[in-house]
């Protein structure tokens, strides 16, 4: 669909919200398989929706590797039950950035930078439960009424318009105008967190990891480098449609405190499911070359205690490239944890070999280049380490 094709589409979803009659904003919630009655202002938002939907399904944003999909459709579907999981189409979107959000269609986007952030199943069921949750409250046609009735009509119209002319915007998910302006009220969001607190507790899943990830979520924040970056993380990120208040936190913390029996944090599964993802998704975070916030995820991960080879090897890179002072140093102590470590990529080995020579330690280089060599026998700058390894061999003869 072309950007105008799409322009006018929203135009006319956009009319058809605002004509629609002044009406209640106290609505029940969507029952399963429940679909709107025509020229309604709710199926107005669908078809707009189902636009975005089809520019989504389309983009070069969406990851295709199917057992990634089934994974998280199945842990989606074990949250919000065998009922609704028909209704439900979940996208892995690949964004650096912790979100999620589920339009009022059904169409639920996960992104990759919250599958890199999540520590386990459990913590990826309780934002699946907090988006259903708005889903199901129909949360969006509430607030798109609540605005109705406050605001006029050409107001509303530029509203919309103003979203539609960025179609990367819409399929990027801020899915309804009122959510994308103003996010949803604080009364919206407690109820999200405490319906969704319960479907994924009753769904099995530990309630102490609803918490958690918030308040992770607010730690790395607060290690990001730069003013600037953590003005991105609040825009991009799940925090502009979803504040994360103190009070968000403690009311989780409190309900978690309630539940007597422990549940099921499902962490090894979790990190099976993403792990051959790791790092394509820790190199996505280190674009944007914020080195607090970026140490601060893999230390996080490493706590997990899995896939440390490829957690050393990154937080040695991220060392490498910040070039700070003892920064070569640290990366060095890094990479050579790494390779104790069977999951250690080579090239681990080929920056021993770098940073070793550079230490005046032609031996330990001359090793650890050949040790590369050995693992990576395909590598594309194989001529050239295999003249370092020559040069290294007549400086030692
Ligand atoms: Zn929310």
Redesign the pocket.
Known sequence: MSKKTFLKTVIVSVAVLILAACETTNVDPIAASERPEETTDEAGLWLQMDETEKLLKSSALVENDDALNAYVQTVACRVVGPDYCPDLRVYVVKQPFFNANMAPNGQMQIWTGLLLRAENEAQLAFVIG??F??YRQR?SLQQWREIKNLANASLLFSMGTAVAGVPEAAVLGDFSIAARLY??GRD??RE??ELGFEFATQAGYAGEEAAAIWKYLVSEVENSDLERNRRTIARAS?FS??PVTSERIENLEALASEEAETGDTATSTYIEATGPFLATWLDADLVQSDFGKHIFLINHLLERGARQGVLYFRRGEAYRLRREDGDEARALEDYIKASTFADAPAATWREIGELQRRSDNPAQALEAYRTYLEKAPEASDKLLIESYVEALQEEQT
């Open positions: 907090h988006e949750a708005h949360h996010g949803f919206k969001e999200a967190d799940i449609t979803h």
